[in-house]
């Protein structure tokens, strides 16, 4: 992984004082890791998957998902590429306006695999959320043309081509294949 890395003597506490950066950090385990700038791919699939769950979780006031934002939970504070909330999840202020600040772990986590993102790092962090309460974790692998769905205490399964994959229990209606998500891909 090219992606830096620094031991840090720093607690979560002070991470989380520290600002903000692009590309974003991420802190597990007393470390410091920085994600990779996403590129093209990465990005149009980031933002039509949101989208896409966007249009039917938030249509029915059931879901949302956001883009890179930062989750801190369970001593970690980790910035997955989607990350699918229950509606009655969100953090809301007063005004009944969405947090800043999230502190719990997603219900659904999606990442999207880059060519210098350690897979096993990214693997660790849906893992990480499934112990937290998190539903469901996918990792899109935009190489190899393939989803990875993970649910807790369950083997994850690989899914390719036309496959429909595992979808989000709170959207039984929300269905897509491998095939569907890689034709973002292509403009038309």
Not at 147 to 174: D, K
Request: hydrophobic share 40%; net charge negative; proline share 6%.
């Amino acid at each position: 992984m090219i992606s830096s890395q620094t031991q840090s003597q720093l607690s979560l506490e002070a991470f989380l004082q520290l600002p903000e950066t692009k590309p974003a950090q991420e802190y597990i385990d007393g470390t410091i890791y920085t994600k990779p700038m996403p590129k093209g791919k990465h990005s149009r699939l980031q933002i039509r998957l949101a989208t896409e769950i966007n249009q039917v979780a938030e249509a029915q006031a059931i879901a949302t998902a956001f883009t890179e934002l930062r989750c801190t939970f369970g001593g970690r504070s980790i910035v997955p590429d989607i990350s699918v909330f229950n509606w009655d999840n969100i953090p809301v202020n007063e005004k009944g306006e969405i947090e800043d600040t999230f502190t719990i772990a997603p219900d659904w986590t999606i990442e999207i695999l880059s060519p210098e993102q350690s897979s096993i790092r990214v693997i660790n962090n849906i893992l990480f959320c499934l112990d937290q309460g998190t539903e469901l974790g996918w990792l899109i692998d935009p190489e190899e043309r393939l989803v990875m769905a993970f649910l807790p205490q369950q083997q994850p399964r690989t899914y390719q081509g036309n496959e429909i994959i595992q979808g989000f229990s709170r959207l039984p209606n929300f269905q897509l294949s491998v095939d569907t998500i890689f034709s973002y891909l292509t403009l038309k």
